[in-house]
T-cell receptor, first 114, second 111 residues
Framework: DTAVSQTPKYLVTQMGNDKSIKCEQN?????MYWYKQDSKKFLKIMFS???????INETVPNRFSPKSPDKAHLNLHINSLELGDSAVYFC?????????????FGPGTRLTVT | DAKTTQPNSMESNEEEPVHLPCNHS???????IHWYRQLPSQGPEYVIH???SNVNNRMASLAIAEDRKSSTLILHRATLRDAAVYYC????????????FGQGTTLQVKP
């Protein structure tokens, strides 16, 4: 039973295309996140949703639009893909957004923009 | 957000204890100390967290200095599977739950 799953695992696309990454958690958590890990391996928060409401938007370009249809899903749609968007994107969830709650991460989606 | 400092890399022998240090001299009274690790080609994984007292769980122990300006993650018997990047992260009540990752410590475990 995968707690946090992401699809697809790999995504190769050309500049200018629009793509989506899907995330689902079966832990019954209220809070979900998207993180980006760049080529230098730095992990950075992008977005956070709590009960389907946006909590964190870390100055991410508006080409990135998260969508949470329900508490168990947080999808990431990216318009007009650029070379710099190539990275590994991780979805995570936690029971609540408080500091004592651990976050569970998905396996990541490796996005390559050519 | 308070900053943490960790060594870039450490080595250990299999089945020996490993002590991973973290300095956080600007820690505030409400900052929790969290440790996550990232195994190769996987997402980060929660290890342990604490506020003031030392903590133990099935994965590791966390030793927190009395002044809280440093902490040490202890793996009691390193295995090859423990080779990963270990991140020491401070979280306070105002940070809306986000994790702020630094460069972490890359742990190599030799057989």
């Amino acid at each position: 039973d995968t707690a946090v799953s992401q699809t697809p695992k790999y995504l190769v696309t050309q500049m200018g295309n629009d793509k989506s990454i899907k995330c689902e958690q079966n832990l019954g958590h209220d809070t979900m996140y998207w993180y980006k890990q760049d080529s230098k391996k730095f992990l950075k928060i992008m977005f956070s949703y709590n009960n389907k409401e946006l909590i964190i938007n870390e100055t991410v370009p508006n080409r990135f639009s998260p969508k949470s249809p329900d508490k168990a899903h947080l999808n990431l749609h990216i318009n007009s893909l650029e070379l710099g968007d190539s990275a590994v994107y991780f979805c995570a969830s936690s029971q609540e957004q408080g500091v004592t709650y651990e976050q569970y991460f998905g396996p990541g989606t490796r996005l390559t923009v050519t | 957000d308070a900053k943490t400092t960790q060594p870039n890399s450490m080595e250990s022998n299999e089945e020996e204890p490993v002590h991973l240090p973290c300095n956080h001299s600007t820690i505030s009274g409400t900052d929790y100390i969290h440790w996550y690790r990232q195994l190769p080609s996987q997402g980060p994984e929660y290890v342990i967290h604490g506020l003031t007292s030392n903590v133990n769980n099935r994965m590791a122990s966390l030793a927190i200095a009395e002044d809280r300006k440093s902490s040490t993650l202890i793996l009691h018997r390193a295995t090859l599977r423990d080779a990963a990047v270990y991140y020491c992260i401070l979280r306070d009540f105002s940070n809306t739950g986000k994790l702020i990752f630094g460069q972490g410590t890359t742990l190599q475990v030799k057989p």
